[in-house]
């Protein structure tokens, strides 16, 4: 079902080299406000994915679309919609981070009077964009990327594992730039990354691949729904709560130490553990869902059989 407000859409997307098939009938839609995982192994085809969405590698079949522009009918229209960081910029060394931007500017044909101060302030290089870009840190050099892919105000931002060479601190801070680009510029991110739990945070849509094969895409809360769900909860007698809630015919499970008991349950049925107590007579201090992680079904999709 073809969704109105996709911002990019791929059709049986394809790429070959030689006998070898990178990416293989890849159908994917991205929406308009979405923070999109795009998620693989290595080799799953994930960078062919992206090089072709921004016109560094030719499919050989299929079709890519933004904004609802064919890609390969009108190249030029499409990709002016697209900021992307697939690889670190060449930048000037020798010259500031803000003369960087400026001559990027010219070369894009010009931005409006306050932009490139506006890009400097979103991604947070404010007091570094008069320093040489020599003197450069990785974070600052991706984030010096980022504020270059933003120049020209477009709607979609595509980044391939941005935050690769980063420590912990800065995957961190990158991930809240992310966050906080989305939000503020109104901007839609499709982006890959290794990083399942800070995607599994940051991302509202997913998709995993393997072999250049589409396994899985859609909400990320839905992929991780299951039918049966883990409801942790904290209660005042945790020996009278195992006797009222074990031996139920909706209660699939019951485990736990201390005060802390994983109740194993139908989602529906979940208002009925917090009933139960409460007539029962047990303090009730938390009740919460214990959902699967995007890393645990990432491993179980793309696992050797």
Known sequence: MTVANAVLRTRDLTKRFGRFTAVDRLSIEVNEGDVFGFLGPNGAGKTTTMRMIVGLVRPTSGRIEVNGIDARRNFLEAIAQIGAMVDIPAFYRHLSGRKNLALL????????????DEVIEAVGL???????????SHGMLQRLAIAQAL??????LILDEPTTGLDPEGKGEFLHLLRGLAREERITIFISSHLLDEVEEICNRAAIIKEGRLLVCGEVRSLLAEELRTYR????????ARLLLEGRPWVHGVAGENNRLLITTRQED???????????GV?????SPQLKSLRTLFMELTKEQ
Do not use: H, M, N, W
């Open 151 to 156: 120049l020209t105000r477009p709607p979609l």
């Open 283 to 287: 303090a009730l201090e938390e009740l």
């Open 126 to 136: 404010q007091k570094a964009c008069f320093k040489k870009v020599k003197t450069y």
């Open 270 to 280: 979940a208002r009925q553990i917090a009933e139960l107590l409460v007539k029962g």
């Open 105 to 116: 500017a010219q070369v894009a044909g010009g931005v409006p009077k306050g932009r490139i």
């Open 233 to 240: 909860i904290v209660v005042s007698d945790p020996a009278k």
